[in-house]
């Protein structure tokens, strides 16, 4: 069950009332809640401004809203495709947060002077510069690109034996990011313009799970060893990277779990976050911030199998990542609804158990949490726009505009 239930049959009736004239499946963003989740992670980045995580969002309407307040500037994009869409869109600062081997990307970037100025990529390998230099159109070097390091950001322990954290970049030292500034310097039609260095362990994993208290005090003491280390290393990092190139624009760090922590790092200069604009369920459970759940979906009861039961039409939409019941939708509203752990969330159809089930007739919304951000976006062409109890507007996703990029 969601820990958001104070004001649930509220905030149910408020949604219900705006999208009764709408037939489910659909899917809402409260304004309100994304207004107030925006205005949190401004007065946790202490100044710093942030850069929004598109994925988490999947939402041209959306990135233009949270962009146009006071503390957020640019993107961060996870595809090459995507950026460039973005940028022919109107955004002029896209950093992209993943290397590409789209080489019809880059020789649309590396041939067009708009796109090459909007639109940073990633680089932590030369052969990925060799790929872009191979898309250059012929007969020239095309514009220059843009270019950011990513440095690894795992904890490591035991000589690098016990690993915390994602598999990302293999720059680990200041000594490997400097080379390869060097390297990208030293190479015609590249310019480093940033050092990005994402801690998904600490910005990303919950440290107080409920049910779970001693290995939230675990999660918490690996988290507040890896800050350390990191901060010293990340320090350390910029410092070597700054001697190759002096002029750096940017150092990127944090995410939506980690923004205070990263702030106060004299060594970035900005923050990334996303999915604390939405806070899907894997965001419930960090003591440092509670969000309001702002993006969900409604799923139409079609079937009342029995006492204690309804079945919901479709509903089966698993979250990326190790599979496991925290990727799955949670049942928000009305409160006290539960999976039948015989079938869980269904492709077609989904039970739930629960005595708020008597209370629902056929036809009658269920809403949902995803248990991640943006990703919720894949599933649906539109949301609906809530401001109070009723819809102000209706915008499209990316799938909705045509674009599914990954």
């Not at 480093?192 to 919950?206: I, K, S, T």
């Not at 939230?216 to 070597?240: C, F, G, H, P, Y």
């Not at 599979?323 to 049942?331: K, M, N, S």
């Amino acid at each position: 069950m969601s820990p958001y239930t104070s004001g649930a049959d509220a905030d149910k009736a408020a949604y219900d009332r705006a999208t009764a004239a709408l037939d489910a499946p659909l899917a809402v963003v409260d304004l309100r809640a994304f207004d107030a989740n925006a205005a949190d992670l401004v007065r946790r980045s202490k100044g710093k401004p942030i850069r929004v995580a598109s994925k988490s969002v999947r939402c041209r309407a959306l990135l233009e809203r949270v962009l146009a307040r006071d503390g957020f500037a640019g993107i961060m994009s996870f595809t090459l495709a995507e950026s460039l869409w973005l940028a022919r869109s109107g955004f002029r600062d896209v950093l992209l947060a993943y290397p590409s081997a789209d080489r019809v990307g880059f020789a649309e970037l590396t041939a067009d002077p708009g796109l090459a100025a909007a639109v940073t990529v990633m680089v932590d390998d030369p052969v990925q510069l060799d790929l872009i230099d191979a898309a250059r159109p012929s007969g020239g070097p095309g514009e220059e690109v843009r270019v950011c390091l990513e440095l690894d950001t795992s904890f490591q322990l035991l000589g690098g034996k016990v690993r915390v954290g994602a598999r990302r970049s293999p720059l680990r030292t200041p000594a490997q990011l400097a080379a390869l500034a060097r390297s990208v310097v030293r190479r015609p039609g590249f310019r480093l313009v940033g050092l990005m260095a994402y801690e998904g362990h600490v910005a990303g994993v919950g440290d107080e799970v409920a049910g779970k208290p001693v290995f939230s005090r675990t999660i918490r003491v690996m988290q507040a060893a890896a800050r350390k280390e990191l901060a010293q290393r990340r320090w350390a990092a910029v410092r070597a990277v700054r001697e190759v190139a002096p002029r750096l624009e940017f150092v990127n760090g944090g995410g939506t779990g980690s923004v205070q922590h990263t702030a106060a790092e004299a060594a970035v200069t900005e923050i990334a976050a996303g999915s604390g604009l939405y806070v899907p369920r894997l965001f419930d459970n960090f003591r440092s911030f509670s969000g309001r759940p702002a993006a969900l979906f409604a799923q139409p009861v079609v079937r009342r199998p029995g006492p204690g039961v309804v079945t919901v039409l479709g509903g089966g939409y698993p979250a990326s990542g190790v599979a496991g019941p925290d990727r799955l939708p949670v049942p928000h509203l009305p409160a006290g609804l539960r999976y039948d752990p015989q079938e869980g969330p269904g492709e077609v159809q989904t039970p739930l158990l629960g005595p708020a089930a008597d209370r629902l007739r056929i036809g009658d919304k269920v809403w949902f949490r995803h248990a991640k951000a943006g990703e919720l976006c894949e599933r649906f062409a539109e949301l609906h726009l809530i401001d109070g109890d009723r819809v102000v507007d209706t915008v499209p996703t990316y799938r909705g505009e045509g674009h599914a990029f990954l």
